[in-house]
């Protein structure tokens, strides 16, 4: 789809496809919204790659992590919205009505973005035609996935990426369950919860992409946040009881290390892959976050099931991040030291 209809395109795709799922579950269609959801689904596929796509080609070097992690700030930006405004209209007006809104913005965006088309897609390719067909191809899912060889680096950061996603996975989705259950707060003060914990990853993104720049090892920055990210779950677990501020402390620790990870990851992908290939890459970086992101809450959901424990299923999670932190930081203490001896043969 990049090839052939180019980025702004693609992302027009998705936001139509966006739209068209959210109308079809504002409807009394039982299994039929089944068809919305893989709707949504395919909508909201391209943003990554898209995005990678133009910024690998505009964004300067040195600031690159920095304007990747801006972008990537517009994901909880939308995220703590939907906590302040999405669900006081769903109570106010019914979940229809909160639907539409949001189908509205979706509209309006697709619209707005047109202007920017014929600067930035000009390098589509037509002869990419059959990405239709594409789509159930294993073939061309093969070949997305090999090309996270064509830079040593990548296997790790795709792990990584997939790990986050899975801790990030279940802080969205059960996070505001988790405290009405647990506090026996109201669903429009979790909702503001939730967007104290989004809108702290919002700001910590653009501050995570200035230091990354700056530290010139993302995957170091990154690893430290994996390890951080356990010390924020288990502050949110223990909150209980500590009060409205412990509380929103602990969500917003959260959104800082498990969920402000994202344009750091993102511009190192970019960064290291061919320049060829950043779509490539990034579609298949991309895909293995998206297992994460389905396979992590279900396993929270089985976690929970078996103990009767929200807390529990939150550190197994958190735990299995600072797993992948911690091979990260041996990854990176071992390129130093093979370094340290390649240049003391040398000499």
């Not at 990154?222 to 602990?250: E, K, N, R």
């Not at 994460?292 to 009767?308: E, K, N, Q």
Request: charged share 10%; net charge positive.
């Amino acid at each position: 789809m990049l090839n052939h209809h180019g980025a702004v395109r693609t992302l027009q795709i998705g936001l139509a496809c966006v739209a068209l799922g959210l109308f079809v579950l504002s409807q009394p269609l039982g299994l039929l919204a089944l068809i919305g959801a893989l709707a949504v689904g395919f909508g909201i596929a391209p943003n990554t790659p898209a995005g990678s796509q133009i910024l690998s080609r505009a964004a300067p070097p040195r600031h690159r992590t920095l304007i990747f992690s801006i972008k990537q700030a517009g994901v909880p930006f939308g995220g703590a919205l939907a906590g302040l405004i999405v669900a006081p209209l769903a109570l106010a007006y019914g979940v229809p009505t909160a639907l539409g809104t949001v189908i509205a913005l979706c509209l309006v965006a697709m619209l707005l973005v047109q202007v920017f088309r014929g600067r930035l897609d000009g390098g589509r390719d037509a002869r990419h035609a059959g990405w239709a067909r594409a789509l159930l191809s294993v073939k061309v899912l093969v070949r997305s996935v090999g090309s996270l060889r064509s830079h040593p680096s990548l296997p790790l950061l795709t792990a990584l990426g997939a790990s986050f996603s899975v801790l990030q996975a279940c802080l969205g989705a059960f996070t505001a369950t988790y405290v009405v259950t647990r506090d026996g707060t109201s669903l429009v003060e979790a909702g503001q919860v939730v967007a104290v914990m989004q809108g702290a990853s919002m700001l910590s993104r653009i501050g995570l992409g200035w230091v990354a720049d700056r530290m010139r090892s993302a995957l170091r920055l990154l690893a430290i946040q994996a390890m951080a990210s356990t010390l924020a779950v288990v502050l949110l677990v223990s909150s209980a009881d500590q009060g409205l501020w412990a509380l929103y402390g602990a969500v917003a620790l959260a959104g800082v290390t498990a969920i402000g990870w994202n344009g750091v990851h993102m511009a190192e992908l970019a960064r290291v892959a061919p320049p060829h290939l950043v779509g490539d890459v990034t579609s298949a970086a991309n895909l293995f976050g998206f297992l994460g992101s389905i396979c992590g809450p279900l396993f929270f959901t089985l976690m929970v099931t078996l103990s009767g424990s929200y807390a529990l299923a939150f550190i197994l999670v958190a735990a299995q991040l600072a797993g992948f932190g911690l091979v990260s930081l041996l990854s990176l203490r071992n390129e130093a030291g093979n370094q340290t001896r390649r240049g003391s043969g040398g000499a």
